[in-house]
């Protein structure tokens, strides 16, 4: 498995590329990215299951999202069963992706028991009030030794859906090669992620500055249609990574 090493300029390619496949193709983008959101949201309400089955079907529907890009790039238009590409596949192998996405951040979270005797593990369960940690500036090391731990199971889960499903790679294998590719192209997804968060802050500067002149309610009309074009951008953003890491299908 060959994983192209890309610039710096590629992260901002995602972000500008992947708004332009919005732009080909919003009804399709748009239909994929928050029905797999959606669909996963009402997994993980189910009781008792639902925070095992969301991780599960995770990887799964996430091929229905990269299908649904890829006909919006090809200018095909499938029908809504698109979204579930995934189970047409080697679906168990993915399910396989979703446990170990599941027990890398348990672990994650409670390797921060170590530092924090249970803060960051209480916040995660829910079992302590974010309000009352205003005081807590102890939360910076377990914060870093959660990401110490979580940025490698992001990294090695990253392009491992694609791997098993695209390019029929196995999927311990599958892990191996995301870690090793993402590692590999350090600068555009450094680019990426600080294009994202410069993107996102001129935007909440700008919605702020609209409301104050113009009219609060500016605020609650940018926070409604700004999701409808930020998330399948997102989406269109992982695709075209993996288009341009690893190449044709």
């Given at each position: 498995?060959?994983?192209?090493?890309?610039?710096?300029?590629?992260?901002?390619?995602?972000?500008?590329?992947?708004?332009?496949?919005?732009?080909?193709?919003?009804?399709?983008?748009?239909?994929?990215?928050?029905?797999?959101?959606?669909?996963?949201?009402?997994?993980?309400?189910?009781?008792y299951?639902?925070?095992?089955l969301?991780p599960?079907?995770?990887?799964?529907?996430?091929?229905?999202?990269?299908e649904?890009?890829?006909?919006?790039?090809?200018g095909?238009?499938?029908?809504?069963?698109?979204?579930?590409?995934?189970?047409?596949?080697?679906?168990r192998?993915?399910?396989?992706?979703?446990?170990?996405?599941?027990i890398?951040?348990?672990?994650a979270?409670?390797?921060?028991?170590?530092?924090?005797g249970?803060?960051?593990?209480?916040?995660?369960?829910?079992?302590?009030?974010?309000?009352?940690?205003?005081?807590?500036?102890?939360?910076?090391?377990?914060l870093?030794?959660?990401?110490?731990?979580?940025?490698?199971?992001?990294?090695?889960?990253?392009?491992?859906?694609?791997?098993?499903?695209?390019?029929?790679?196995?999927?311990?294998?599958?892990?191996?090669?995301?870690?090793?590719?993402?590692l590999?192209n350090?600068r555009?997804?450094?680019?990426?992620?600080?294009?994202?968060?410069?993107?996102?802050?001129?935007?909440?500067?700008?919605?702020?500055?609209?409301a104050?002149?113009?009219h609060?309610?500016?605020?609650?009309?940018?926070?409604?249609?700004?999701?409808?074009?930020?998330?399948?951008?997102?989406?269109?953003?992982?695709?075209?990574?993996?288009?341009?890491?690893?190449?044709?299908?």
């Amino acid at each position: 498995m060959h994983a192209h090493i890309l610039g710096y300029s590629h992260g901002w390619r995602w972000i500008a590329d992947g708004f332009a496949l919005w732009r080909r193709a919003p009804a399709l983008t748009s239909y994929v990215s928050f029905a797999y959101v959606l669909l996963l949201l009402l997994a993980s309400s189910l009781p008792y299951l639902g925070q095992f089955l969301a991780p599960l079907l995770m990887p799964i529907l996430s091929i229905g999202v990269l299908e649904g890009m890829a006909a919006a790039e090809s200018g095909r238009r499938p029908g809504p069963e698109v979204l579930f590409a995934g189970f047409r596949g080697p679906w168990r192998s993915l399910a396989a992706l979703g446990i170990f996405q599941l027990i890398g951040n348990l672990l994650a979270v409670l390797a921060t028991v170590l530092v924090d005797g249970g803060l960051l593990l209480g916040l995660y369960r829910g079992t302590i009030d974010p309000a009352s940690l205003e005081s807590e500036p102890q939360l910076l090391w377990p914060l870093l030794v959660w990401l110490t731990v979580a940025l490698p199971v992001t990294m090695a889960y990253w392009f491992a859906p694609p791997l098993v499903a695209w390019y029929r790679q196995p999927w311990i294998k599958a892990l191996f090669f995301s870690f090793y590719a993402m590692l590999r192209n350090w600068r555009p997804f450094l680019v990426y992620a600080l294009g994202l968060a410069a993107l996102a802050f001129a935007l909440a500067f700008a919605i702020s500055l609209l409301a104050a002149l113009i009219h609060p309610y500016v605020l609650g009309i940018a926070m409604f249609l700004l999701p409808l074009v930020l998330v399948p951008t997102l989406f269109a953003g992982l695709y075209l990574q993996v288009r341009d890491v690893f190449g044709p299908r």
